[in-house]
C-alpha cells in the first residue's frame, strides 16, 4: 500500500472514546502533493533548471502551508500528552474530584491506548512531513525542503525534539513497569521503545521505523549525572532541575520560570528559554523506579540544599528589611 492511502486511511480511521483525528491538526500530505503535482504541469522546463533553485511558483503556499500545520501538530501532540500526564501524575485528592465531575474514567487501559495512538500521531505526522519535503526537492531539483525541516527544528516544531514526546515514551514505560523493550504495531508500523544504559549513560530509545532511531541521553550536561527531577527549557535541552536553576540564577524553590528573560541555555546559548520550561513528571517517575538508590541518596542531597538556600534566602531579606 502507498504512503498516502495509508496516511489517508489512518486519517478517517482514528475515532475512540476522546481520540478523534478529525478534530487533530495533521500535515495535509494530499494538498501539498497536489500543489506540486501543479508546480511540476506549470513548469516543463524544471529538469533544466539548477540545482539548489527554489520555485516562486508554489513556495509561498507550500512552505507557509506546513508551517502552519507543523505548529497545529506541535501544539495538539504537546497538549493532549501534558493532559494525559496530568491525569496519570494526579494525586488520590484531585482523582476523586476528577471522578465526581466525570473527567477522569478510572481505567489504566484507556490511558495506555490514548498514549498508544499519540505515539502513532508522531510516526505518521512525521512520515508524512518527512516524505513531502523530500517531494518537493525532487521535484525542484533542490535542498530547499530538507533546509526548511532544519528551520522547523529552530522554531521548535521538530516533534522528535519535543520534551513532550520524551514524557509520552516515559508514561509508556511507566505502564509497562518493565526493564525490556516494549514492541507495539500500529497501522502496519512497528515501533519500540526502552530506557537503557549506554556507555554508563542512561539514554531512553524510542525507534520509528521509516522515519528515524531517536535516542536521548539522560545525562545532565552540568553536573554529569543522571538528570534528578529533570525540566526542560523551551529549547529542548534537559537538566537536573537544581543544575538548571542554578545556571538561570534562581534558587530551586523559586523554580525556574522565575529566571529573567535574558537568560540563556547552558548547552546552545539560545535566550528567553525558561519562561516555558517543563518539569517532567514522567520521565522523573521512570527514572526514580530504575535507579532507586541513587534517587534516595539524590533526594536528601537536594533537600539539603533547598533548606540551606531558602534559611540563607530569608535570612537575607530578614537584615534587608529591618536595616542591618
Known amino acids: 500500500m502507498k504512503f498516502g492511502q495509508m496516511y489517508s486511511e489512518y486519517l478517517h480511521g482514528e475515532k475512540v472514546n476522546s481520540f478523534d483525528l478529525d478534530k487533530f491538526s495533521h500535515v495535509d500530505y494530499k494538498s501539498l502533493k497536489k500543489v506540486l503535482k501543479t508546480c511540476r504541469c506549470q513548469n516543463d522546463t524544471v529538469s533544466d533548471l539548477p540545482r539548489y533553485q527554489s520555485c516562486p511558483r508554489c513556495d509561498q503556499i507550500f512552505f507557509s502551508e506546513i508551517m502552519k500545520e507543523a505548529s497545529g501538530v506541535a501544539g495538539c501532540f504537546s497538549s493532549r500528552v501534558r493532559h494525559l500526564v496530568h491525569l ?12 465526581l465531575f466525570q473527567c477522569f474514567k478510572d481505567d489504566q487501559q484507556a490511558l495506555v491506548q490514548e ?3 499519540l505515539i502513532g500521531y508522531v510516526i505518521m505526522n512525521a512520515i508524512a512531513l518527512k ?8 521535484v525542484h531539483k533542490s535542498v530547499s525542503g530538507m533546509n526548511f525541516k532544519s528551520k522547523l527544528q529552530a522554531e521548535h516544531l521538530e516533534i522528535s525534539q519535543s520534551p513532550w514526546l520524551i514524557e509520552l515514551v516515559a508514561l509508556y514505560l511507566n505502564f509497562n513497569e518493565s526493564n525490556h523493550m516494549i514492541d507495539y504495531k500500529l497501522h502496519d508500523i512497528p ?3 526502552d530506557l537503557t544504559i549506554a ?5 531512553l530509545r524510542l525507534v520509528l521505523p521509516g522515519y528515524a532511531n531517536l535516542e536521548y541521553n539522560l545525562t545532565c550536561p552540568i553536573c554529569l549525572n543522571t538528570v534528578f527531577h529533570p525540566s526542560a527549557l523551551s529549547c529542548g535541552h534537559i537538566f537536573c532541575k537544581s543544575c538548571a536553576c542554578s545556571a538561570g540564577s534562581v534558587l530551586i524553590f523559586q523554580g525556574l520560570k522565575s529566571a529573567s528573560p535574558k537568560m540563556k541555555c547552558p548547552v546552545c546559548r539560545e535566550d528567553g528559554v525558561y519562561g516555558n520550561a517543563v518539569s517532567m513528571a514522567e520521565l522523573n517517575l521512570l527514572l526514580k523506579r530504575r535507579f532507586k538508590e541513587q534517587w534516595k541518596e539524590r533526594i536528601v542531597e ?9 534559611k540563607d534566602y530569608w535570612e537575607l531579606q530578614t537584615r534587608y528589611f529591618s536595616g542591618i
Do not use: A
Request: glycine share 8%; net charge positive.
Open 191 to 193: 515501533f519500540s521503545c
Open 131 to 138: 516524505k513531502i519535503l523530500k517531494k518537493y526537492d525532487k
Open 199 to 203: 556507555d554508563s549513560e542512561p539514554v
Open 115 to 117: 498514549g498508544r495512538m
Open 302 to 310: 537536594e533537600h539539603g540544599e533547598v533548606t540551606k538556600q531558602t
Open 88 to 99: 496519570h501524575c494526579t494525586g488520590s485528592l484531585q482523582r476523586c474530584l476528577l471522578h
